[in-house]
């Protein structure tokens, strides 16, 4: 984009960024305190990450809707906004199980709507602007994986030196922060309508079999990741025995990584399309799942974050833009059944963890989710049989 393009997007991109950074020092942060912090059982995992989870897949059902039919977003960031900061003020109060499973769930389970939300109004504004979606995705994505970079690194750090609890006193003060970006430079105005559909439009969304493919691959690798994801920290730091840093410093490897993987997708759909890139990707993922499961020194887990963040940041940039290819006339719809695919990954892979960790280990559950990226790679292998067969 032109210098002057990229001044037009600033506000916009500063408040993805502080709402992003805000999640990002909690998310990854949640199962690790509930295991190490407060010395519950792999299994609590699970209760957790499915009530957190629902709420925000019905939430980015609901908002995707009323986006694409011409609500205001303003409302919908604050509310998301709004919960995080309730729940990291009730959390810094009272770090407890009770409130962890009641205003902690609501409030952060709410505030993970927002990156939805986000994704859906940035495509507009760019289409808006004569800006191409899938390029303005590849920055937006960036934007959040920069804000990745920072926030789990940021969470861990400060749980090692100063204890677990300062983590949510400082996720308080971001949320306030969200909230006053969110006030100061979003119009409460500003909409994302999806364009009226054309007399010869295909089927609708939830007809298109190609669209579904397209999700179930998505879902496929969402699944690997996500017990990666959230295995990792733990067998890090209880099962390999590396530092209380280390999760948090693999994050910040994985995420820089993930920066330049992102900026390389538009070089890379225009050159390879889309199918071709996300297949090399998804082989790639099988090879950094392995590694990082037979980690045992800081270098090598440099290593295997390294390439955790390659595949990931290839997938994050061309996934979406690879969903949304299908569903050009509701891109916010099409948009949040993307955030809603890997929302129920992750409603599965969080559950998932606790109860194969609880009966065998940390390292098991990375190794099975190798199996996730086969499978996304069988899946696309599907839909890249299907297209070819329509186009015929």
């Known amino acids: 984009m032109a210098p002057t393009s990229t001044r037009r997007f600033v506000p916009f991109l500063l408040l993805l960024f502080t709402g ?21 059982p792999n299994w609590m995992l699970s209760v957790y990450s499915f009530l957190a989870i629902v709420l925000t897949v019905t939430a980015n059902r609901a908002f995707g809707r009323r986006i694409d039919a011409g609500v205001a977003v303003f409302p919908l960031i604050g509310f998301a906004a709004s919960g995080y900061a309730l729940a ?24 993970a709507s927002a990156i939805s939300t986000m994704f859906s109004l940035g495509g507009h504004m760019a289409e808006r602007h004569g800006v191409e979606r899938s390029r303005f995705n590849a920055i937006m994505r960036a934007t959040t994986s920069t804000a ?7 969470s861990f750090l400060a749980a090692g030196h100063f204890g677990n609890e300062v983590v949510f006193k400082g996720a308080a003060v ?14 409460r105005d500003v909409q994302a309508k999806a364009p009226a559909p054309a007399a010869d439009a295909p089927h609708p969304v939830p007809q298109d079999t190609g669209l579904w493919l397209a999700a179930g691959f998505i879902f496929a690798m969402s699944v690997a990741h996500g017990l990666t994801f959230t295995a990792l920290p733990l067998f890090f730091v209880t099962e390999v025995g590396l530092p209380d840093f280390a999760p948090g410093f693999a994050f910040t490897v994985k995420t820089f990584v993930e ?12 050159r390879f399309g889309l199918r071709g890139p996300l297949l090399v990707t998804s082989c790639i993922a099988i090879g950094a799942i392995l ?5 045992t020194t800081l270098p090598q887990m440099m290593l295997g974050s390294a390439l955790e963040g390659l595949y990931y940041g290839l997938f994050a940039s061309l ?3 690879y969903v949304q290819s299908f569903a050009q006339d509701r891109p916010a719809q099409a948009t949040a059944i993307y955030w809603n695919t890997l929302m129920i990954s992750g409603l599965l892979s969080g559950p998932a963890v606790g109860l194969i960790a609880q009966a065998t280990s940390f390292q098991t559950v990375i190794q ?13 292998t599907a839909g890249i049989l299907h297209a070819r067969r329509g186009a015929r």
């Open 20 to 40: 992003t950074l805000s999640n990002s020092a909690v998310v990854p942060f949640m199962g690790f305190f509930l295991i190490d912090g407060l010395g519950q």
């Open 88 to 111: 990291s003020l009730s959390m810094a109060v009272s770090p407890t199980l009770p409130v962890m499973l009641t205003v902690g769930v609501i409030g952060y389970g709410c505030s």
């Open 148 to 154: 990745w970079m920072i926030g789990p690194a940021l």
């Open 174 to 187: 971001l949320g306030l922060a969200w909230l006053a970006m969110w006030y100061v430079t979003l119009p």
């Open 259 to 270: 920066v330049f993987a992102i900026f390389s997708t538009p070089f890379l759909m225009a």
């Open 291 to 295: 590694l990082l499961s037979t980690v």
């Open 319 to 321: 996934g979406i833009s």
């Open 368 to 380: 099975i989710s190798s199996i996730g990226a086969a499978l996304a790679a069988l899946v696309l």
